[in-house]
């Protein structure tokens, strides 16, 4: 006997109601719970919707000497926390990738080892790996990535759906005393500049002196004078100045002979955690005044101080090593003490071993921690100074913002804390104003860089005719409302004037690569091959010592 065609069809029916209920319930988890750092679905769905009308900057992400090789694929969602399919998910819609260098302790036989001449030749070997990943996934993903050289370049990108890249250097060590390849790395894209990181180096004085390099705190007096000519030089070529990471003598002075702001890329308030790699009231007030933004980074070290029982572990690990109890925070972050210049490397190599595998089982800090660190520097510096990093692959990420995948969670911390949706433009939108660029005023008497100056004219003005700081003005954005006004508050790109302009010397060299001249049509995704760009060498990592940014 045959069933009835109406029981026939609740048989078929029902699963596949079920399964098609199931599928949208997924779509709608995987849409706004996924990834939810804790927060109300009302805040998560604020945040999503915000995110898609904002234009979103994070000021310092480290570019690994592996991206882009099989398994770390630029299109792929891997492991790591920056690739081009985590920025899609999250909708970011630009970064400060940097080209970084160091003096690598760790490479070879019988390591660490003590800086010789040969680790600039290595260091710039770095700088040229990280380029070549950074050129090779524009050449390779036209239709998802692009190299912002102007703020313009940043707006058309955003409009074309694609990533962009701004391209930053930090560590002046590579360059040695050759002041010209600034004005290399300049026409080859390089925006935003920065002197330090940790240890010393002939240009500057670090926040960080490492003793293992024979570094002393205050070593130079802040800049060398190389350091003082290269700020001159950087504001020529229309480069803007880095100054995380510079001791406080070193960002004093560049406030001083710099005629554009300032930016501090990757850094939070020394309120939070009192070490010196942190900036000071006085040092927030500087970068403020030279019309300049604070980049509030997500690392967990910098946010929240160190647990009792971790500062108790590293106790036990000094008294080992002949060490008096910790002094103070910055000890307990690095192998700082000025003892450690004269062990042999091998000891070296045992202490920091062990003191970064602590630091390592440290509980990370929270994006409430992150919040309040902005809630401070916003309290000090004013809204229309501050903005975002996360410092990802050096070291940054912390609870809920662990990759770029995530930015929806800062989002949403900063809406659970009453910022209006235009404060929170500002703040992701805050290199956008300070990074290569600065904010339109009333015509002034300081000319872009490629015009004459005037030698009365010692300093741009950096405040508006009413006395206040200058502020961009409003724009439309991509995602304009039904009155075609866009969502980016008070300091979108429309309203701000480039000083990254090149001067008549880079003229010649400002003809685009090869490998980033427009194309048309879609490529075939790929990874980097090792004929795209030069390899990683043996040992590139920090080694078993861990991440000394910590």
């Known amino acids: 006997m045959t069933k009835p065609r109406s029981k026939k069809a609740l048989y078929l029916g029902l699963p596949l109601a079920l399964a098609i209920g199931a599928g949208a319930g997924f779509l709608v988890w995987d849409h706004w719970f996924k990834g939810n750092a804790g927060y109300p679905l009302e805040v998560i ?39 081009l399919a985590k920025a899609a998910r ?14 690598e302790i760790w490479n070879g ?39 912002a050289y102007t703020p313009d370049d940043l ?19 590579p360059l040695g005393d050759d002041l010209n390849q600034l004005d290399l790395w300049t026409a080859r894209g390089m925006r935003m500049f920065g002197f ?13 002196p490492l003793p293992f390099f024979n570094d002393s705190t205050d070593a130079l007096g802040g800049l060398s004078p190389i350091g003082q000519q290269a700020v001159q030089r ?10 995380s990471q510079m001791s406080t003598q070193a960002l004093e002075q560049v406030a001083h002979l710099s005629r554009t702001p300032m930016v501090a890329s990757h850094s939070a308030p020394r309120a939070s955690v009192d070490i010196p790699r942190n900036l000071s009231d006085k040092e927030l007030q500087l970068i403020k005044q030279s019309g300049g933004v604070v980049q509030v980074v997500g690392f967990p070290a910098y946010l929240r101080p160190l647990s009792q029982p971790t500062q108790d572990k590293l106790n036990v690990l000094r008294a080992r090593f002949d060490l008096p109890p910790l002094p103070n925070l910055a000890m307990a ?53 501050v903005g975002i990093a996360s410092d990802f692959n050096d070291g940054g990420g912390i609870e809920g913002w662990n990759n770029v995948g995530e930015i929806r969670n800062v989002t949403a911390e900063l809406i659970q804390r009453g910022y209006s949706e235009a404060d929170i433009a500002k703040l992701w939108e805050a290199t956008s104003c300070g990074y290569g660029t600065r904010c339109k005023r009333p015509p002034s008497r300081w000319p872009t860089v490629d015009q004459p100056r005037s030698k009365s004219h010692d300093r741009p003005p950096h405040l508006s005719q009413t006395g206040g700081p200058a502020r961009c003005q409003p724009a439309p954005g991509r995602f304009a409302d039904a009155t075609g006004a866009g969502h980016h508050g008070n300091r979108s ?55 000394l940014e910590a």
């Open 45 to 83: 769905r604020q945040a999503n919707e915000m995110q898609d009308r904002l234009l979103s900057f994070d000021s310092h992400i480290t570019v690994p000497m592996d991206f882009g090789t099989a398994g770390n694929e630029a299109d792929k969602d891997g492991s790591g926390q920056f690739d």
């Open 90 to 103: 999250g909708r970011l819609s630009g970064a400060a990738l940097t080209i970084f260098g160091w003096p």
């Open 109 to 147: 036989d019988h390591a660490p080892h003590r800086p010789t001449d040969g680790f600039v030749e290595e260091a710039r070997h770095e700088q040229e790996v990280r380029y070549q990943i950074i050129t090779g996934m524009v050449r390779d993903f036209p239709n998802q990535v692009g190299i």
């Open 155 to 173: 707006r058309r990108l955003h409009g074309e759906g694609k990533f962009a890249i701004f391209i930053s250097m930090l560590n002046a060590y």
């Open 196 to 208: 330090s990181y940790i240890g010393n180096n002939a240009w500057s004085d670090s926040s960080r």
């Open 234 to 243: 950087l504001n020529d070529l229309g480069v803007i100045i880095d100054v």
């Open 333 to 385: 972050l690095m192998p700082g003490d000025a003892i450690i210049a004269a062990w042999p490397e091998q000891k070296f190599g045992q202490y920091a071993q062990g003191l970064y595998g602590i630091l390592e089982e440290e509980p990370k800090a929270s994006l409430k921690d992150w919040g309040d660190a902005v809630d401070y520097t916003v309290r000090k510096i004013g809204i229309d100074h």
């Open 493 to 547: 790109l429309d309203g701000i004037e480039a000083i990254v302009r090149p001067g008549p010397e880079l003229s010649a060299f400002l003809q685009l690569p090869g490998d980033l001249a427009p194309q048309t049509g879609a490529r075939r995704h790929r990874a980097l091959s090792p004929a795209d760009r030069p390899q990683p060498r043996p040992g590139d990592g920090l080694g078993p010592a861990g991440n």
